[in-house]
């Protein structure tokens, strides 16, 4: 192919397996109807009659927004009050003890990107779970930093801290930062949930890992999936261990208004430093700003504006909350009837706690998923599984679903 691309850019495309999948179910769909084909890649809630779910209190405060609020330049760092609600949003009553500031972002992905760019020196390893969001490998490769994986739960299903400790005291064999992205709560593709315990656990291995005050950590935890991850407050406890930590270790919360606020096309999200260190924070904002300034500029200013509207008045919070709160229900309910027909079947599958996804451990995923496809159901093959998203496949197509998986497999010659 001829090509006159930069040497590091050569050879690179976004061919995204799960839209192709999903651009596949569409068509099928158009063609035999929506009800005789299972669309199980698709990122976002679904109701129960296949629509997109757009929570009510979103939809009246974006219909409220006057022009200036939806056109006009945000700040670069995001409004103040917008990153403040971020912040009371994110932690709810669990509030880490430190120096706590934020810059908005595009959604969680635009976390990733600056806190990888900002944080790891190019060729350097930055450290995720082997289970993992397939876009965390493009935004550490893109950005001219390699992949390292380690083994995110042990074989009876808990997070792994020894893999996690081995790989981290490795690369800081060789490097002086070490960038790691766990998204540890409602984890996609997984679905499991690290406890409290786990999460301390994980912070235990980078205090010691870095007593060498040469070394530096840089935590994202990734909470894309935080406000379907369980009950308000008690699914926010563990942010409490990220505070009180060495000047050497930054925690960064990815958050995003994608799945919490269903404003998965209005990329809006921030990225919540948290330090013991007031300059590590003064620091973090100034590059962080910096870097906005140097890639997209300022973020969307009607998504701000939209939960500006709404965190400023309790009672819609309160409607927000009860608007999370049923659909999670309703998650839990598609994900409870796939569990006991798995079980009944014979089909493995990672633990499950909540959130959008669950994986099916198994060889030959594609073949898989291609025999599926011939029965009208669409899911994700990936390296070492398959992903059904829950938030998308109705309870009624829920149904028989684990059976036509234990088929599939059996045809295939797959092993779990
Ligand atoms: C694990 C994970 N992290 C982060 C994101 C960020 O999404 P967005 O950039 O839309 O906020 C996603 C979206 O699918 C995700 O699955």
Avoid at 201 to 222: F, G, H, P
Avoid at 366 to 371: G, K, L, R
Wanted: aromatic share 8%; with cysteine; proline share 3%.
């Amino acid at each position: 192919m001829y090509s006159i691309a930069a040497p590091h850019a050569k050879g690179k495309s976004a061919e995204d397996n799960i839209f192709a999948a999903n651009n596949r179910a569409i068509a099928l769909a158009k063609e035999i109807g929506v009800e005789n084909v299972t669309n199980a890649t698709v990122g976002s809630i679904l109701d129960e009659d296949g629509s997109l779910v757009v929570l009510d209190v979103v939809k009246q405060e974006l219909k409220n927004l006057t022009p200036p609020e939806f056109c006009a330049y945000a700040p670069i760092k995001g409004y103040d009050e917008f990153l403040k609600d971020c912040i009371d949003q994110c932690f709810g009553k669990s509030r880490p003890e430190g120096y706590i500031d934020a810059c908005a972002t595009p959604g969680g992905t635009g976390v990733l990107h600056h806190v990888v760019h900002n944080y790891s020196e190019p060729g350097d390893e930055v450290l995720i779970t082997d289970w993992h969001w397939g876009a965390y490998d493009s935004l550490i490769d893109d950005n001219n930093r390699k992949v390292r994986t380690f083994s995110f739960l042990t074989s009876d299903g808990h997070f792994n801290a020894a893999s996690f400790k081995e790989n981290v005291e490795d690369i800081l064999k060789k490097q002086d930062n070490i960038v790691i992205i766990l998204n540890g709560i409602a984890n996609n593709p997984t679905g499991y949930c690290m406890s409290v315990a786990e999460w301390q656990s994980a912070v235990d291995v980078l205090k010691e890992a870095t007593k060498d005050e040469t070394k530096n950590a840089i935590l994202i935890a990734d909470v894309a999936y935080l406000d379907y991850s369980g009950e308000k407050e008690e699914c926010r406890e563990f942010f409490k261990v990220f505070g009180g930590l060495p000047k050497n270790i930054l925690v960064v919360c990815a958050y995003t208004l994608s799945k919490g606020f269903t404003m998965y096309g209005q990329r809006m999200g921030a990225m919540i430093g948290i330090s013991s260190d007031k300059d590590v924070i003064k620091e973090y904002v100034d590059i962080n700003q910096y870097s906005s300034r140097a890639t997209w500029s300022n973020c969307n200013s009607a998504a701000q504006h939209a939960m500006i509207r709404i965190c400023q008045d309790p009672e819609k919070i309160k409607q927000l909350d009860a608007e999370r709160a049923k659909y999670y229900k309703l998650i839990q309910e598609r994900a409870a009837i796939f569990v006991e027909e798995a079980q009944k079947e014979g089909v493995k599958f990672v633990p499950y706690i909540s959130g959008f996804f669950i994986t099916i451990p198994v060889t030959n995923s594609q073949a898989v998923c291609d025999i599926l496809e011939k029965d009208h159901v669409f899911m994700v093959p990936l390296k070492k599984g398959i992903r059904l998203a829950v938030c998308s496949v109705s309870k009624k197509k829920m149904h028989g679903l684990a059976h036509k998986l234990a088929l599939a497999i059996k045809e295939a010659g797959a092993q779990q």
